[in-house]
T-cell receptor, first 114, second 112 residues
Framework: AQSVTQPDIHITVSEGASLELRCNYSYGATPYLFWYVQSPGQGLQLLLKYFSGDTLVQGIKGFEAEFKRSQSSFNLRKPSVHWSDAAEYFCAVGMDTGRRALTFGSGTRLQVQP | ETGVTQSPTHLIKTRGQQVTLRCSSQSGHNTVSWYQQALGQGPQFIFQYYREEENGRGNFPPRFSGLQFPNYSSELNVNALELDDSALYLC???????????FGDGTRLSIL
């Protein structure tokens, strides 16, 4: 069975600082990997996705993520965090993108200090 | 383009009651998935509908059931509500196996 681990429950960074959110997955084949963001009281917004090809993927809002097969990781990064980035971030893995269930991690809550 | 819309936004029920949640998929999307998100947790897959047929189910009991209509909108029905059913219920729609799932804002269900 597939699973996702987000080791950091809560991260606090200063505005303008760099950010890295960790995600490790367990999956028997080539995974489809996603990062979603959730603001309070809202649904999930897709930040970026990895299907195949270039292991460094660019997303919206200046986020990027790198797929490392040898480490079973798909960490999310941003070079300079803005106060509006404060939210909950979820990593997810699936057998494909739209026709199968996604398995989510338990999330990382990002707090941004002024 | 209209995104995924869910209704109602909030709902309060008591134990033993039944509830129906509704989802209108994004225009052109033929697949709808439902997820349950308990407080402080990531979403958990309930089931998925593709072209009006159930296309996969997570580890949820049969009292969780669903429907998809010809216009691809969907309902989630939960019978015999339990306190642990209190959660945010998220609907996601997609088109095809290589397009990502787009989520609605969810229905917050509280069981008293």
């Amino acid at each position: 069975a597939q699973s996702v681990t987000q080791p950091d429950i809560h991260i606090t960074v200063s505005e303008g600082a760099s950010l890295e959110l960790r995600c490790n997955y367990s999956y028997g084949a080539t995974p489809y990997l996603f990062w979603y963001v959730q603001s309070p009281g809202q649904g999930l917004q897709l930040l970026l996705k990895y299907f195949s090809g270039d292991t460094l993927v660019q997303g919206i809002k200046g986020f990027e993520a790198e797929f490392k097969r040898s480490q079973s990781s798909f960490n999310l990064r941003k070079p300079s965090v803005h106060w509006s980035d404060a939210a909950e971030y979820f990593c997810a893995v699936g057998m494909d993108t739209g026709r199968r269930a996604l398995t989510f991690g338990s999330g990382t809550r990002l707090q941004v200090q002024p | 383009e209209t995104g995924v819309t869910q209704s109602p936004t909030h709902l309060i029920k008591t134990r033993g009651q039944q509830v129906t949640l509704r989802c209108s998929s994004q225009s052109g999307h033929n697949t709808v998935s439902w997820y349950q998100q308990a407080l402080g947790q990531g979403p958990q897959f309930i089931f998925q509908y593709y072209r009006e047929e159930e296309n996969g189910r997570g580890n949820f009991p049969p009292r969780f059931s669903g429907l998809q209509f010809p216009n691809y909108s969907s309902e989630l029905n939960v019978n015999a509500l339990e306190l642990d059913d209190s959660a945010l219920y998220l609907c996601a729609s997609s088109w095809g196996s290589n397009q990502p799932q787009h989520f609605g804002d969810g229905t917050r269900l509280s069981i008293l």
